[in-house]
T-cell receptor, first 113, second 112 residues
Framework: NAGVTQTPKFQVLKTGQSMTLQCAQD?????MSWYRQDPGMGLRLIHY???????DQGEVPNGYNVSRSTTEDFPLRLLSAAPSQTSVYFC????????????FGPGTRLTVL | KQEVTQIPAALSVPEGENLVLNCSFT??????LQWFRQDPGKGLTSLLL?????REQTSGRLNASLDKSSGRSTLYIAASQPGDSATYLC???????????FGSGTQLTVLP
């Protein structure tokens, strides 16, 4: 198993540009989520999904969109990038949310100029 | 709103020492608690998962305990090694949305 994969590893955007961060898992996990990690703020939940076709907002959803058309993929879209979205983004998955280990991807380091 | 606090923020110990990392949470109605390790520039690796009905979990030199009623967990690392140097994060699942809430982490340095 490849586990949780994320692309790209690094990305630089200009303010106002849009992009999609990719996340995929090959463990047949129902639950997938996106976090951002900022110095002094810890990891904060952006959006999550409990299965294909079902998504919901986390703690910091503004400026981000998600969709879940398949079990394997959970892309995160930045609609109009802002410098405040400069961060490291992590995707995670688990078989279920309340009882299972969360598996994290290697992260995408995003800089918005 | 669930809040998770980890103390200390940083810790430096000589190789071979036993050490304890602390985690506290404000809402004791949790589903589970997880300890993660994060190396610089890397993702998170799960170390131990404790269900709300359990008191402790062990894996090798690591032992995690959970006292749900007092809102506390500890991660005990025996016979520390330089390879244990990393940031250790505590996280709990709680709330109707079953969201994972993280602490800010303890940065551990084990000196050879």
């Amino acid at each position: 198993n490849a586990g949780v994969t994320q692309t790209p590893k690094f990305q630089v955007l200009k303010t106002g540009q849009s992009m999609t961060l990719q996340c995929a898992q090959d463990m047949n996990h129902e639950y997938m989520s996106w976090y951002r990690q900022d110095p002094g703020m810890g990891l904060r939940l952006i959006h999550y999904s409990v299965g294909a076709g079902i998504t919901d907002q986390g703690e910091v959803p503004n400026g981000y969109n998600v969709s879940r058309s398949t079990t394997e993929d959970f892309p995160l879209r930045l609609l109009s990038a802002a410098p405040s979205q400069t961060s490291v983004y992590f995707c995670a998955s688990s078989y279920s949310i309340s009882s299972d280990t969360q598996y994290f991807g290697p992260g995408t380091r995003l800089t918005v100029l | 709103k669930q809040e998770v606090t980890q103390i200390p923020a940083a810790l430096s110990v000589p190789e071979g020492e036993n050490l304890v990392l602390n985690c506290s949470f404000t809402d004791s109605a949790i589903y589970n608690l997880q300890w993660f390790r994060q190396d610089p520039g890397k993702g998170l690796t799960s170390l131990l998962l404790i269900q709300s009905s359990q008191r402790e979990q062990t894996s090798g030199r690591l032992n995690a305990s959970l006292d749900k009623s007092s809102g506390r967990s500890t991660l005990y690392i025996a016979a520390s090694q330089p390879g244990d140097s990393a940031t250790y994060l505590c996280a709990v699942i709680s709330g109707s949305a079953r969201q994972l809430t993280f602490g800010s982490g303890t940065q551990l340095t084990v000196l050879p």
